[in-house]
């Protein structure tokens, strides 16, 4: 079973910066594409970002130029970071791993920007 466990999220001013961080318990994680989702209050689910191994990432209009996500296969972690944060990038952030029809996610973490 692949577990996803997700760094703690937390209260950040708008403004401010905030690194997520999910391990993955899986075999040949370079193969597995690696994305971050968040959920607002009320929203759907939405894409953020999206890594495969030796591609540029994707990003959602919404955080292109702010936010970063990268990986490193050797640690087998997937990477977010968030800068200039807004109070509209308050969500439960998840971490999903796919690869052919498999496809697991993490717990979720709450980020919060307010001040």
């Known amino acids: 079973q692949v577990q996803l466990v997700e760094s703690v999220g937390g209260l950040v001013q708008p403004g401010g910066s905030l690194r997520l961080s999910c391990a993955a318990s899986?075999?040949?994680?370079?193969?597995?594409?690696m994305d971050w989702y968040r959920q607002a209050p009320g929203k759907q689910r939405e894409l953020v970002a999206s890594i495969e191994s030796g591609r540029s990432p994707n990003y959602a209009d919404s955080v292109k130029g702010r936010f970063t996500i990268s990986r490193d296969n050797a640690k087998k972690t997937v990477f977010l970071q968030m800068n200039s944060l807004k109070p509209e990038d308050t969500a439960v952030y998840y971490c999903?791993?796919?690869?052919?029809?498999?496809?697991?996610w993490g717990q979720g973490t709450q980020v919060t920007v307010s001040s």
């Open positions: 999903n791993a796919h690869f052919t029809r498999y496809n697991y």
């Open positions: 899986v075999n040949n994680f370079a193969i597995w594409t």
